[in-house]
């Protein structure tokens, strides 16, 4: 498809577990973002990468959460030791990057963490 | 601290009639502003924006308006339509730099 791609849409996971949630960004795009939305809240940006790097991680929440873009387009969230307080919607978003913001992101669906 | 505040959860108009939807920030940084659109079980859609440079900017039934020295912004919808009724997310960046903002949003119904 031509949107951004997450999956999986759903994941429930028990108290001490590991995940990772996969974003394939449109293709092109070279800026990839991980936001994190909870109930009643707009989303909390947790890292910005610019091709492969990690241009800003400074919304990451501690030390269990990271995130990868190997090769540049897909990237995978991982959190370790996952707490009931990490559930909550992530979000993947994508955009063209360099060059002058405009702050146009295309999101994908979300992948929706419940953590018991 | 949160950066870009959308005081009121929600909103409901009649169809036809005008909504207005507000917006404040307080990081003087900020020079791009932006509003998404969510309906459930999707992710967000940019809707509109503007440049700190403009005090105006409009898209068809779209209006947003910027006042940079009340450090304020507003999308007015006319006229409303049931398909608007959706969560509204104000959102800001600053120029040269990714990372961007968002307040907690202002759900809309519109009634028919």
């Known amino acids: 498809g031509a949107g951004v791609s997450q999956t999986p849409s759903n994941k429930v996971t028990e108290k001490g577990k590991y995940v990772e949630l996969r974003c394939d960004p449109i293709s092109g795009h070279t800026a990839l973002y991980w936001y994190r939305q909870s109930l009643g809240q707009g989303p909390e940006f947790l890292i910005y990468f610019q091709g492969t790097g990690a241009a800003d991680d400074s919304g990451l929440p501690n030390d269990r959460f990271f995130a990868v873009r190997p090769e540049g387009s897909v990237s995978t969230l991982k959190i370790q030791r996952t707490e009931r307080g990490d559930s909550a919607v992530y979000l993947c978003a994508s955009s063209f990057g360099g060059g002058a913001n405009t702050g146009e992101l295309f999101f994908g669906e979300g992948s929706r963490l419940t953590v018991l | 601290d949160q950066q870009v505040k959308q005081n009121s959860p929600s909103l409901s108009v009649q169809e036809g009639r005008i909504s207005i939807l507000n917006c404040d920030y307080t990081n003087s940084m900020f020079d791009y502003f932006l509003w998404y659109k969510k309906y459930p079980a999707e992710g967000p859609t940019f809707l509109i924006s503007?440049?700190?440079?403009?005090d105006k900017n409009e898209d068809g039934r779209f209006t947003v308006f910027l006042n940079k020295s009340a450090k304020h912004l507003s999308l007015h919808i006319v006229p409303s339509q049931p398909g608007d009724s959706a969560v509204y997310f104000c959102a800001a960046t600053s120029g040269g730099y990714q990372k961007v903002t968002f307040g907690t949003g202002t759900k809309l119904q519109v009634i028919p």
């Open positions: 503007i440049s700190s440079i403009k």
